[in-house]
């Protein structure tokens, strides 16, 4: 949980670098409060969770955004790999294997290694341990 509240807190830092953890923990948790809401919309037939799913994906779309240029800039690709995804069929499944992919040991061009030892240490983020 601390991953994912970490990414909506740096909702719109674009720049730097997000390990695998940190994007895969946060997709997780996002996919989970879709799920129980899209159940609840089903088990009372309301159109109110339904609403709220709208709602939710309208919140969180600038910090799934971000955290996705950010895990990309770990593989020292540019943010702008993201717009692969639009490709009918294999631009998500690029995408997947870019997010899948180990990011880069020591500093790129977008910052340090997040789990290098001298990393640097932002209040409110985990540590890289």
């Not at 950010?70 to 790999?81: A, F, P, V």
């Not at 692969?84 to 069929?89: A, D, G, Q, T, Y």
């Amino acid at each position: 949980m601390q991953w994912y509240l970490a990414a909506l807190k740096n909702y719109v830092g674009f720049s730097g670098r997000a390990r695998r953890t940190e994007y895969w923990m946060y997709t997780l948790v996002s996919v989970i409060i879709v799920f129980v809401l899209f159940l609840l919309t089903v088990i009372t037939h309301s159109g109110f969770f339904l609403i709220l799913i709208w709602l939710y994906a309208l919140g969180t779309l600038l910090p799934s955004l971000a955290v996705v240029i950010r895990r990309l800039h770990d593989t020292n690709k540019s943010g702008w790999w993201w717009l692969i995804s639009l490709v009918p069929f294999v631009g998500g499944i690029v995408l997947l294997v870019f997010e899948c992919l180990p990011g880069d040991q020591g500093p790129n061009q977008y910052g340090p290694d997040p789990k290098g030892a001298l990393a640097p240490s932002y209040p409110g983020y985990p540590t890289p341990y």
